[in-house]
């Protein structure tokens, strides 16, 4: 049984439910337990928002600090507020230019999905793009982009325009 | 069975026949339409909003016949759902917790009076406190109602719970509180959905004054009956705790409720302690079992209770000297019981050394603020610029974030910057000193509780501006509709009607987009209040939220090589599309964000803003 256990953070406004909710659902395909826990409300308005997600033998939605596997971050600024979620194995997936996050004690990985998604005309297509720069690295999450891109197809199937956008940058960010 | 879909905020999440992700309150929501309730109303507020507009979306998925209503504040809607349940039929009411307290005086007459249909009050915990004024537990309030109190710790519990809770609602004929917090409410768990029930009932209300409409005599005999509803309640075998190891063999336990519980199994077994501690589930923290109260004081020497947000279980224990908990001062009384807590007084209890866990980062947080483009902002540099002297009276809603432009002096409770406007005239008119009071409430929340003390107001010769920030939705809670906007079965009641209805002379309405009108509007108000009396000014503009809004495109602004760097965009209008650079000195605005509301262009004092033709 895989356990992973995931922070998934940014500020409102980015998609971070959406995203949290599509791995929870491809979790749940592949016949795993899951858990996630959301910020609601005041974190529209600009604030911070944290989603936890925990995949396998968990009771509690909370990811404990030291804990996760792994902490993917769509604001460059939240990888200092959130960093001490990590493991010492953990590692990070972040949306920044190169140099902009401190490499610390845990490796960083860095897609500036900003500019990809401004250069597609798809602001709100950053959240796609940081998942697909996950999955770009084998092993690292606990699904294959395949069943991400299942995921994807059965949630915006009614919305074939916007399901074309956002498995385009999810590829994107797959193929960094 | 039909195909279900679970519209939970991105989409479907039907995945195959059977599990599917679910929010809690999509579980409660799953769990009322399942168990046949035929009456579901609610006020929102975070963290219950879900709950109704989930019931909405499977009555529209599946056909079910269930009346559902977003009533005009938590107190209404309570009643409305009380009297199905008088007529036999299963009814629920949702809300926060603060909400609760609006609904408290029904709800404490109706635990007298009981039920036919089981009724079922969800009063959603905010510990933190995350969203909220206070961090009440409304555990508390069940006891103080005299109605039993069921606190889940997952979606599938919590679902499980809305059946269990209508069952001891009619088995026991009086109301019943579920009892989710945020860690429910806000957590998504694969949860299988079961058919919905068709319970076969028809209104029928039976008529029986002496129970319905009972004075004072025969209240007392209610409270009789009810007492001993709640002895019988306390030896209920389907609610009792439960034993989550019973292998483990220790002088040791731990009593655990709600998230909480959730908490602690986890902690338990990466503590390696499954088999060391003894682990206590309570589903009914109150009435707490008779038999387990008893049972639990004389078969361990230590116990740890582990609950949110104040010890209520705890209190229960007659005899507390070898508990530990919230009113032993061993867990703290303020703040969420995280599992980080709940790992180190477990691993303390334990007698062993608790695992060290890193710190956060004392890196400030990025603080919520309105919207780029959000009216609120346009209303509340208005305001400053009209009274720039006043006390601003405020209220719960998006608009609290007028805080950030220094627009917002109070927040007490719902409709509460009305009467606080009216106080503060009062104060300082009793001893002689001019002021000018600028009070700003929200569409829902005027009609939540803004109208009375409007009433009183005009009654006792107040003098003060009130502006209703009017964007035609309850937007801060995910965009519920306000009695405003009508419903497809009834009518619109519109916030001028009830205004002029009140007895207030002046009222007018005007668009803060409008930067340069709706201040004049405002200085106008100013000066009748300064002379006449109580002056409405009703700031109308949508929500950008909201989904069901046209949104037209409009010209980029940007910021000119004229721009001084004096940052009174930055500081005092404090759009967060308006970014200052350190290095160039000069302000720039943040495409990705900005909604083209064109505000700003009559903010800058130098007009270094415009838009590309």
Redesign the interface.
């Known amino acids: 049984m895989i356990n992973q256990q995931l922070i998934i953070s940014g ?3 980015q998609g971070i ?2 995203i ?3 791995l ?2 491809t ?3 592949a016949g795993m ?16 928002v944290v989603s936890h997600l925990k995949v396998g033998e ?5 990811v ?3 804990q996760a596997d792994g902490l993917l971050t769509l604001k460059a ?1 939240t990888v ?2 959130h ?4 493991k010492p194995t953990g590692w990070i997936v972040a949306n920044s230019v190169a140099t902009a996050v401190a490499e610390a004690e845990h490796p960083v990985a860095t897609v500036d999905a ?1 500019t990809i998604a ?1 250069a597609m005309d798809n ?1 709100q297509a950053v959240n796609l793009i940081v998942i697909g720069r996950a999955l770009s690295v084998p092993g690292r999450l606990f699904c294959t982009p395949d069943a991400v891109e299942a995921t994807l197809r ?3 199937a ?2 074939p325009a916007l399901l074309e956008g956002s498995l385009t940058a999810f590829r994107a960010g797959l193929g960094q | 069975m039909k195909v279900l879909r679970v519209f939970s905020g991105g989409g479907g999440g039907l995945v195959d026949d059977k599990r599917i992700l679910m929010q809690g309150n999509e579980a409660i929501a799953r769990g009322i339409v399942e168990n046949g309730a035929r009456v579901a109303t609610s006020y929102p507020g975070t963290p219950a909003s879900e709950i109704l507009s989930a019931v909405q979306q499977w009555q529209k998925a599946e056909g079910i016949p269930i009346f559902t209503e977003w009533g005009v504040n938590e107190k209404v809607a309570l009643e409305i759902a009380y009297a199905a349940s008088q007529s036999g039929l299963r009814a629920t009411v949702a809300m926060k917790q603060v909400g609760l307290n609006v609904a408290s005086d029904p709800l404490m007459s109706a635990a007298y009076l009981g039920v036919e249909g089981g009724f079922l009050v969800i009063s959603a915990d905010d510990p933190g406190p995350h969203s909220s004024q206070t961090e009440q537990d409304s555990r508390l309030l069940a006891m103080l109602a005299k109605i039993p109190v069921l606190d889940p710790d997952s979606p599938e519990q919590a679902r499980e719970l809305v059946g269990l809770g209508f069952e001891l609602s009619e088995a026991f004929a009086l109301p019943v509180m579920l009892r989710p917090t945020t860690r429910v409410c806000h957590a998504c768990q694969d949860v299988t959905p079961r058919p919905v029930a068709e319970l076969g009932r028809t209104a029928a209300f039976r008529k029986d004054p002496s129970r319905w409409a009972a004075t004072p005599a025969f209240r007392y005999r209610l409270h009789v009956q009810l007492n001993d509803k709640l002895a019988r309640i306390a030896a209920h075998e389907p609610t009792a705790p439960r034993r989550l190891n019973p292998t483990a063999v220790s002088r040791r336990a731990i009593v655990a409720s709600g998230a909480a519980a959730a908490h602690a199994r986890e902690v338990l077994a990466a503590l390696g302690l499954r088999e060391n501690l003894a682990l206590y589930q309570v589903i009914q923290p109150y009435p707490l079992h008779t038999a387990f109260a008893n049972d639990i004081l004389a078969g361990f020497d230590e116990i740890l209770v582990l609950e949110e947000t104040m010890g209520v279980i705890e209190l229960q224990l007659r005899d507390r000297h070898r508990v530990r908990g919230k009113l032993s001062g061993a867990v703290p009384e303020a703040g969420e019981l995280l599992p980080e807590l709940v790992e180190r007084l477990i691993a303390d209890f334990a007698g062993k050394p608790a695992p060290a866990a890193p710190l956060p980062a004392a890196a400030p947080a990025r603080r919520p603020t309105l919207c780029p483009g959000c009216p609120h902002r346009a209303s509340f540099y208005a305001i400053k610029r009209a009274a720039p002297h006043g006390i601003y009276p405020s209220d719960i809603g998006c608009y609290t974030l007028g805080l950030n432009l220094g627009g917002v002096d109070t927040v007490l409770c719902m409709g509460a910057a009305v009467s606080q406007a009216a106080g503060f005239y009062q104060a300082y008119r009793v001893t002689g000193q001019p002021v000018d009071i600028v009070a700003t409430i929200g569409d829902s929340t005027f009609f939540h509780a803004g109208i009375p003390p409007l009433i009183d107001a005009v009654v006792q010769g107040a003098r003060f501006v009130l502006v209703i920030l009017d964007n035609a939705t309850t937007a801060m809670t995910g965009n519920q509709p306000t009695p405003a906007h009508g419903t497809p079965a009834g009518r619109a009641v519109t916030i001028d009607g009830v205004v002029a209805g009140c007895g207030v002379r002046f009222c007018k309405s005007g668009d803060p987009i409008d930067l340069p009108g709706f201040t004049r509007l405002v200085k106008e108000a100013v000066d009748f209040a300064r002379g006449e009396g109580v002056a409405v000014v009703i700031a109308r503009s949508p929500c950008l939220v909201d989904r069901d809004r046209f949104r037209e495109r409009r010209p980029q602004p940007s910021v000119d090589a004229t721009c001084t760097g004096c940052r009174l965009c930055t500081s005092q209008f404090e759009c967060p599309a308006l970014v200052y650079d350190e290095e160039t000195k000069r302000v720039s605005v943040d495409v990705m964000i900005c909604s083209g509301c064109g505000v700003c262009l009559d903010v800058c004092p130098v007009k270094a803003i415009g838009t590309k033709p």
């Open positions: 500020v409102g406004g439910l959406f949290t909710r599509l929870a659902e979790a749940i395909a337990p899951v858990l996630t826990s959301e910020t609601h409300g005041m974190a529209q308005r600009g604030g911070i968990f009771t509690s939605p909370l404990r600090p030291g600024e200092a507020l960093r001490h979620f990590l900003d401004l602001p059965r949630k915006l009614a919305r």
